[in-house]
Nanobody, 115 residues
Framework: QVQLVESGGGLVQPGGSLRLSCAAS????????MSWYRQAPGKERELVAR????????TYADSVKGRFTISRDDAKNTVYLQMNSLKPEDTAVYYC????????WGQGTQVTVSS
């Protein structure tokens, strides 16, 4: 069955960095676009970044452009989100997402940016 497992979240000070990973299984990873979403308390879930198959194209939310980088390693069936210059407003649960014959979400990983 399809599984998306995120890791790498945690507590970091403002200005710090984290790298999130999402390990995928149960489908041909290289053929599909992958995305990261986030949801802060009391807010709707929002798209953070998306990468197409083979990494041909990436898109980012305006709020993270220039600070976050999405990438993928098809040999490892893993998508990454490198987050630099983190701000308190980046605090959220971050989710891995893909759309195959249905939509699939990971369980989420908490990112907290605080001094």
């Amino acid at each position: 069955q399809v599984q998306l497992v995120e890791s790498g979240g945690g507590l970091v000070q403002p200005g710090g960095s984290l790298r999130l990973s999402c390990a995928a299984s149960g489908f041909t990873f290289s053929r599909y676009a992958m995305s990261w979403y986030r949801q802060a308390p009391g807010k709707e879930r929002e798209l953070v970044a998306r990468i197409t198959s083979a990494g041909f194209s990436t898109t980012y939310a305006d709020s993270v452009k220039g600070r976050f980088t999405i990438s993928r390693d098809d040999a490892k069936n893993t998508v990454y989100l490198q987050m630099n210059s983190l701000k308190p407003e980046d605090t959220a649960v971050y989710y891995c997402y893909t759309r195959l014959w249905s939509t699939y979400w990971g369980q989420g990983t908490q990112v907290t940016v605080s001094s």
